[in-house]
């Protein structure tokens, strides 16, 4: 079976063509500068479906599913209606990814379609962990909890992870740290999300390349009233000009942030030591939250390329690592699989 597995974000649209069941990618390739070079997402999907020359079955990457999606699905009227829904609370997200769930429909109608959430992983956590300390009926109202994202990759890595380990997931404690530009660490016990960094946004937790992860709330107020800044330009703030970018003053990119530290920029040393000790206390905190840990697991762009933060992440956790006999695993990240292997699983 011949799964296209579609990412589409606000300004490009990634593609893998995947043969199902032997997981064989066939073809890749991004269609960029949307809005710029090619008019829209329909223009960008054509593209690459003219470039194909069979599908059986498409796969979405779609970044919000709420609540109500807790596995992947099977594209329908209602499933739609519930992404556009969940459109108020991730609209640069899933804006784009129901752009190219409309462009297949238009252009093959009788096409089955799945959606594989970022969020569905972790909504297995626990009210106590994905809740905050807010008036509870805020939740209620307005649907203001911790959903967490990136779960396609937590899942599969740590699905991996038992596999090299050789033992069920259901005998496992997982830490798995996902950096990259985004990142995220999820607490996985027993195969499932039990706790995760990222929250009601992706803004939370771990420092990022742009994000500026765990702050006081009233730190941002009191900016806001200083500075006088409006919603808009403190979201962009703490989006897009904080993190690693914000701290070093010179890149969002670790490798940039390496190479100026090891010269001797103090900015770019500093910025390397926040992000680094966040982690740390993230994993602490985890294996807190698991009463133990098996295997702490490296992924994404910064987690499989440098041994550098690898290695200081894990230098002053080493008591820890001994203590409960931690394997420490660098696993590459495959989240289009992951949305192909979920696509033939429904389709089938
Ligand atoms: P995205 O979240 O956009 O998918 P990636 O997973 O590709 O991003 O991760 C991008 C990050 O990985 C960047 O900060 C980049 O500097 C970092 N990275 C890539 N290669 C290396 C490397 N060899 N050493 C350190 N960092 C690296």
Do not use: W
Not at 125 to 146: E, N
Not at 148 to 160: C, D, I, K, L
Not at 246 to 258: A, H, V
């Amino acid at each position: 079976m011949l799964i296209l597995v579609l990412n589409c974000g606000s300004s490009s649209v990634k593609y893998q063509l995947y043969d199902m069941p032997g997981e064989i990618c066939l073809a890749k390739g991004i269609v960029e500068k949307i809005g710029v070079k090619t008019p829209n997402h329909n223009a960008a999907v054509k593209r690459i479906i003219s470039s194909i020359k069979k599908i059986n079955a498409v796969g979405h990457r779609v970044v919000h599913g709420g609540e109500r999606f807790k596995e992947s699905t099977i594209i329908d009227k209602g499933v739609i209606k519930a992404i556009k829904q969940y459109s108020r609370l991730a609209p640069l997200h899933n804006s784009p990814n129901l752009a190219g769930i409309y462009a297949c429909k238009r252009l093959f109608p009788r096409l089955a379609q799945a959606a594989v959430f970022d969020t569905a992983f972790h909504q297995t956590m626990p009210a106590y962990a994905y809740l905050y300390g807010l008036p509870y009926a805020i939740y209620k109202k307005y649907g203001i909890r911790r959903y967490g994202f990136h779960g396609t990759s937590h899942r599969y890595v740590a699905g991996e992870a038992g596999k090299i380990l050789r033992r069920p997931l259901k005998s496992l404690k997982i830490i798995t740290c996902h950096l990259g530009n985004g990142c995220s660490i999820t607490a996985v016990d027993k195969g499932e999300s039990v706790d995760t960094s990222m929250g009601f946004t992706p803004l939370e937790g771990l420092v990022m390349g742009t994000r500026c992860g765990d702050i006081d709330p009233a730190a941002v107020l009191y900016l806001m009233k200083k500075k006088k800044l409006s919603i808009s330009r403190t979201d962009e703030l703490l989006n897009k000009f904080s993190g690693l970018l914000g701290l070093s003053g010179k890149s969002r990119d670790m490798r940039d942030i390496l190479s100026s530290a090891h010269r001797g920029n103090q900015r770019a040393n500093l910025a390397l030591e926040v992000f680094i000790y966040r982690i740390r206390k993230y994993i602490g905190a985890y294996i807190a939250a698991m009463n133990g840990c098996d295997a702490l697991v490296f992924t994404a762009g910064i987690g499989e390329n440098s041994p550098y933060v690898r290695r200081e992440v894990c230098r002053h956790l080493s008591s820890l690592i001994k203590k409960f006999k931690m394997r420490i695993l660098v696993i590459p990240t495959n989240e289009e699989l992951m949305i192909a292997r979920d696509t033939y699983r429904l389709v089938r």
